[in-house]
């Protein structure tokens, strides 16, 4: 510390020199009157687009919802394709034979199949998109 001493001394002497407080406060009052003259003309127009609903575009915040979009699109499907597998494998633990068999069948095999063709769908907009 005691080797830095002088160092800190002068840059915290020239940090508060008068000169350099004098060219932080004119910047300070130009940002200050800036803001005081155009604030109210900015607050109109902001408050003029919410009224309207035209808020501009948001391209980072629109692609955000695109994405969620399709994922819960996906999601909904693959609950779906699961549901016919669940519900195909409980008609086929049932033990009575004939239509439910046929019926528990059918249902595994769409939904497995569904699944494929949701997975293989996911993997072609991902691919597509870069």
């Known amino acids: 510390m005691e080797s ?16 350099r407080i004098k060219e932080k406060t ?9 803001l005081v003259k155009d604030a109210p003309g900015d607050t109109r127009r902001v408050l003029r687009r919410i009224a309207e609903g035209n808020l501009g575009r948001l ?4 692609a955000l919802g695109g994405r969620f979009s ?20 409980m ?8 239509w439910h068999d046929r019926l528990g069948e059918a249902m595994i095999v769409s939904g497995l ?3 494929l063709m949701t997975g293989i769908r996911a993997l072609r907009r991902d691919h597509g998109r870069r």
């Open 59 to 62: 391209p980072s915040l629109e």
């Open 91 to 98: 008609l086929l633990m049932t033990p009575m034979g004939g």
């Open 70 to 89: 399709r994922n819960l699109e996906r999601l909904t499907s693959a609950i779906a394709f699961a549901a016919l597998v669940i519900g195909g494998s």
């Open 113 to 115: 199949f569904g699944m």
């Open 4 to 19: 830095f001493r002088e160092e800190i001394a002068r840059l915290t002497k020239q940090h508060f020199s008068p000169a």
């Open 26 to 34: 004119t910047t300070l009052a130009r940002e200050f009157e800036r």
